[in-house]
């Protein structure tokens, strides 16, 4: 009995592995990604890329084991989640005001140490925030909200809300 559930778990697993989620990457740059709105010094990109843009960014580096199945679901999943509740390269699409809110998100989430998420750094280490890179984070920001804040003034017009996004805040 047990040498049958053996083999039926090995069907099972082997089957698995025609089903594949697609893949979090496009070859197109966004034109709403944030980096083309808000001043995205070099160091702040190079952490974001690492921390943050394979859950939040329309381009995922993906590892070895996204091949296996459900290990590929799993992430897929995790992916879709993330990208939900912010995405980078969609960010100008956001209305002015979510914008800010996001920007008081991210601190929020980088002071609390929620984001990058456990399971996440467990795994890709590079992706860990030591104080330093939380400490340019929060700058970073901290500029964005004021750069944003200068920009309404100047440009009230682009406080339109957008009504796509509305909806997911």
């Known amino acids: 009995m047990a040498?049958?559930?053996?083999?039926?778990?090995?069907?099972?697993?082997?089957?698995?592995?025609?089903?594949?989620?697609?893949?979090?990457?496009?070859?197109?740059?966004?034109?709403?990604?944030i980096g083309n709105h808000y001043p995205l010094p070099a160091e702040v990109k190079d952490i974001l890329q690492v921390s943050c843009?394979?859950?939040?960014?329309?381009?995922?580096?993906?590892?070895?084991?996204?091949?296996?199945?459900?290990?590929?679901?799993?992430?897929a999943n995790h992916i879709k989640e993330g990208k939900e509740h912010l995405n980078f390269d969609e960010f100008a699409s956001y209305s002015r005001d979510d914008q800010l809110d996001y920007f008081e998100d991210i601190e929020e989430v980088i002071q609390k140490k929620e984001m990058p998420l456990k399971s996440y750094t467990f795994i890709h280490r590079d992706a860990r925030?030591?104080?330093?890179?939380?400490?340019?984070?929060?700058?970073?920001?901290?500029?964005?909200?004021?750069?944003?804040?200068?920009?309404?003034?100047?440009?009230?017009?682009?406080?339109?809300?957008?009504?796509?996004?509305?909806?997911?805040?």
């Open 3 to 33: 040498k049958k559930i053996l083999w039926i778990l090995i069907a099972v697993l082997i089957i698995m592995q025609f089903f594949r989620p697609g893949k979090n990457i496009t070859d197109k740059a966004s034109p709403q990604a």
């Open 129 to 169: 925030l030591n104080d330093s890179k939380m400490a340019q984070l929060l700058r970073w920001t901290a500029d964005c909200r004021t750069y944003a804040q200068k920009a309404a003034s100047t440009h009230p017009q682009l406080d339109e809300p957008d009504e796509e996004h509305e909806e997911e805040r």
């Open 53 to 75: 843009f394979d859950c939040h960014s329309n381009n995922t580096r993906y590892p070895w084991y996204a091949e296996i199945q459900p290990f590929g679901w799993l992430l």
